[in-house]
């Protein structure tokens, strides 16, 4: 499976964009889909979760009521949007696929997701 991420931007404080990830060469029905991010000199940290058939999801505390992701497995698209953006949201944002238990996919570890995009960055100016 190939991952393509694309929407990021430069954006003002406040403002608001929507990350797509597009998949190829494989369904993304079996898998659990993710964003991670990057800040510059930051380790790469996990942002949100979806199930298989997007039923559930999970966020890390800071985006919480902010973003929201969610996925058409018609369209083997996973989507992140993004609201009320603040300049420390500015990253490199990676979609990723992977079979991790559920359970523990808030525990924000990047080794179960076997496919990644290649990013799009997002900046937030104030």
């Known amino acids: 499976v190939q991952l393509q991420a694309s929407g990021g931007g430069l954006v003002q404080a406040g403002g608001s964009l929507r990350l797509s990830c597009v998949a190829s060469?494989?369904?993304?029905?079996?898998?659990?889909m993710v964003w991670f991010r990057q800040a510059p000199g930051k380790e790469r940290e996990f942002v949100a979760g979806?199930?298989?058939?997007?039923?559930?999801?999970t966020y890390v505390d800071f985006v919480k009521a902010r973003f929201t992701i969610s996925r058409d497995n018609a369209k083997n698209t996973v989507y992140l949007q993004m609201n009320s953006l603040k300049p420390e949201d500015t990253a490199v944002y990676f979609c990723?696929?992977?079979?991790?238990?559920?359970?523990?996919?808030?525990?924000?570890?990047?080794?179960?997701?076997?496919?990644w995009g290649q990013g799009t960055l997002v900046t937030v100016s104030s």
């Open positions: 990723a696929a992977g079979r991790p238990p559920w359970s523990t996919v808030l525990d924000g570890t990047a080794s179960p997701y076997n496919y």
């Open positions: 060469g494989g369904t993304i029905n079996n898998y659990i």
């Open positions: 979806i199930s298989r058939n997007g039923g559930s999801t």
